[in-house]
């Protein structure tokens, strides 16, 4: 077929453009740059807890504990002082049975996902009165986020209908209306690769999103507003094996990706808890009748974890910047701000907020 004819019969039939693909280098491009760390605040040691989400919403930082159904946490950002508990126990407007998901808004609104309702609400700057929220019908959630650019809904989860099928990411109004859903489709789920399937999301500029799997092989996709996929990168690393069989009791925990951050349309900053030396010290044995005599939990995960700290430009299609730090910082968020957790000897949680950045670009 001749160029030109290609090119008008493009045109007319509207294909979409090609999505940007390609493989990250492991070689940093900036082999002179170093991570420099200004520690932020501690927050209130009697009221905190090992973090599964966290959001800073004006002034204060919310968070809700990765063990379950707990409520959502308030403290003051410059003092740490903790401020009281949001919402109420039920499922009702402004209650929540397990909050999941937190995400801070433009004009410091508050999104909450709840894990046991699937439901989401949003909540009002200051007060955290309830303003609006909606069911959706999703399946085993991994992430939850509202964007803030277009007010859309985006969930990563598992569905099995005929319209949507496997473990893609789904997009609704706020009313809970579902438009479409984008991402891997119709995925063969094997016990090596279900959990590959779960994600991560963070809102980049001008209304995108940006998704990596929690598990396994990296692979870094971004959307536009409306769904479309724009870039897909990919890259492998040492320390994130392929797994070849069953994870059975007694071996090291999975390597996995807590909460990123997106810090331009084409830098982002992605954390990996990979076990520690003597990461068996991390883990406690208890008495649970549901899995046998004696079942391994994590018991300190800054001791469970080494967290390696990577910087990626998709525009170098590099890695800007690789440090491995033998603490576990559990979330990455907007404007530089890391979330640093440690247990004291007494197995008390303490939760340090720091502000990171690059030193030494060109």
Not at 61 to 69: H, R, W, Y
Not at 71 to 79: A, S, V
Not at 182 to 187: D, H, I, K, L, Y
Not at 250 to 279: C, H, Y
């Amino acid at each position: 077929m001749f160029p030109l004819l290609a090119l008008m019969l493009t045109l007319v039939q509207g294909a979409k453009p090609s999505i940007d693909s390609f493989a990250i280098g492991g070689i940093t491009s900036c082999p002179k740059c170093r991570l420099e760390r200004t520690g932020v605040i501690t927050l209130d040691r009697d009221y905190a807890v090992r973090p599964g989400n966290v959001a800073i919403v004006g002034s204060e930082v919310v968070l809700v504990s990765d063990g379950g159904p707990n409520p959502i946490l308030r403290f003051d950002l410059r003092t740490g002082k903790y401020l009281g508990d949001v919402g109420r126990k039920g499922r009702g407007p402004g209650e929540f049975t397990w909050p999941r998901f937190l995400t801070a808004l433009p004009g410091d609104s508050l999104f909450v996902f709840d894990n046991n309702g699937l439901t989401f609400s949003l909540l009002a700057p200051r007060t955290y009165r309830y303003v609006r929220g909606a069911p959706v019908t999703v399946s085993r959630p991994s992430a939850a986020i509202l964007n803030g650019t277009t007010g859309l809904l985006w969930v990563a989860a598992s569905v099995a209908r005929a319209q949507q099928v496997g473990y893609p990411i789904h997009l609704f109004e706020q009313d809970g209306t579902w438009i479409k859903s984008v991402g891997t489709e119709r995925p063969l789920l094997r016990w090596n690769r279900h959990m590959t399937f779960t994600r991560r999301l963070a809102a980049g500029p001008n209304g995108t999103i940006w998704s990596i799997p929690r598990y396994g092989p990296l692979a870094i996709e971004v959307f536009d507003r409306s769904g479309h996929p724009l870039r897909k990168a990919t890259y492998s690393a040492e320390w994130v094996p392929e797994q070849r069989q069953p994870q059975r009791q007694g071996d090291p925990p999975l390597p996995e990706r807590p909460p990123f951050a997106v810090v331009s349309d084409s830098e982002a900053w992605i954390l990996t808890l990979i076990p520690a030396a003597k990461w068996k010290q991390g883990i406690i044995m208890t008495n649970d009748p549901t899995h046998g005599n004696a079942a391994p939990l994590v018991g300190d995960v800054s001791k469970l974890f080494d967290t390696i700290v990577e910087v990626f430009d998709l525009v170098r299609r590099r890695v800007l910047l690789r440090v491995r730090l033998d603490e576990a910082v559990l979330h990455a968020l907007p404007d530089g701000m890391f979330v640093v957790y440690r247990e004291d000897i007494k197995g008390a949680p303490e939760v340090r907020l720091e502000r990171w950045s690059v030193r030494g670009l060109p």
